[in-house]
């Protein structure tokens, strides 16, 4: 079945630094991929997402590219700050071939904790 | 202000006592789902609904109801809750479409069962 996987948490960072959160999925359809992002004490919001392959999502300097030949769709960002600490979650979306719907599946969430 | 309200956010109960978790979204989205969430888990689907009066089972449903007489509202039902069903659950919602689209999520509900 489709599943996705992320790398454990967590990821203690220095502002300004690097941030790469790798994200790898399989899939029997031609899936649609996300990054959810949960602050403390909320619920999940929608960061980036891309819908084919080669696609690039972006949102408030974060980025993910959606690549089919190594399933892969890791997200980045060139310079973290405080307020970028959350719990970050990959996720995608396929056509559920039995009902017509779309399922989402999720990854098990890395936190990010960013350092002043 | 669009968005996705659950009731009550925090909750502890004892074993077998039935409870009710309320969702209610004012997007007028037909789509709307239960899960929880649980450490090294990630979001497990309880259950979905594709509409009024259709409702159709997640990946971990043992041990849930649902309803769903109103566009707006989802609330999802433990008859009669065990200790294993202590988790953070968050309701769901998004509008039909073609292609996958976006999901709203409400703030969550922390439940504890002793």
């Known amino acids: 079945g489709d599943s996705v996987t992320q790398m454990e948490g967590p990821v203690t960072l220095s502002e300004e630094a690097f941030l790469t959160i790798n994200c790898t999925y399989t899939?029997?359809?031609?899936?649609?991929l996300f990054w959810y992002v949960q602050y403390p004490g909320e619920g999940l919001q929608l960061l980036l997402k891309?819908?084919?392959?080669?696609d690039k999502g972006s949102n408030k300097g974060f980025e993910a590219t959606y690549r089919k030949e190594t399933t892969s769709f890791h997200l980045e960002k060139g310079s973290v700050q405080v307020s970028d600490s959350a719990v970050y979650f990959c996720?995608?979306?396929?056509?559920?071939?039995?009902?017509?719907?779309?399922?989402?599946?999720f990854g098990t969430g890395t936190r990010l904790k960013v350092l002043a | 202000e669009a968005q996705v309200t659950q009731n009550p956010r925090y909750l502890i109960t004892v074993t077998g006592k039935k409870l009710t978790v309320t969702c209610s979204q004012n997007?007028?989205?037909?789509?709307m789902s239960w899960y929880r969430q649980d450490p090294g888990l990630g979001l497990r689907q309880i259950y979905y609904?594709?509409?009024?009066?259709?409702?159709d089972k997640g990946d971990v449903p043992e041990g849930y109801k649902v309803s769903r007489k109103e566009k707006r509202n989802f609330p999802l039902i433990l008859e009669s809750p065990s200790p294993n069903q202590t988790s953070l659950y968050f309701c769901?919602?998004?509008?039909?479409?073609?292609?996958?689209?976006?999901?709203?999520f409400g703030p969550g509900t922390r439940l504890t069962v002793l």
């Open positions: 769901a919602s998004r509008p039909r479409g073609g292609a996958p689209n976006e999901q709203f």
């Open positions: 899939a029997t359809g031609y899936p649609s």
């Open positions: 891309a819908t084919k392959a080669d």
């Open positions: 996720a995608l979306s396929d056509l559920r071939t039995t009902s017509g719907t779309y399922k989402y599946i």
């Open positions: 997007m007028n989205h037909e789509y």
């Open positions: 609904s594709m509409n009024v009066e259709v409702t």
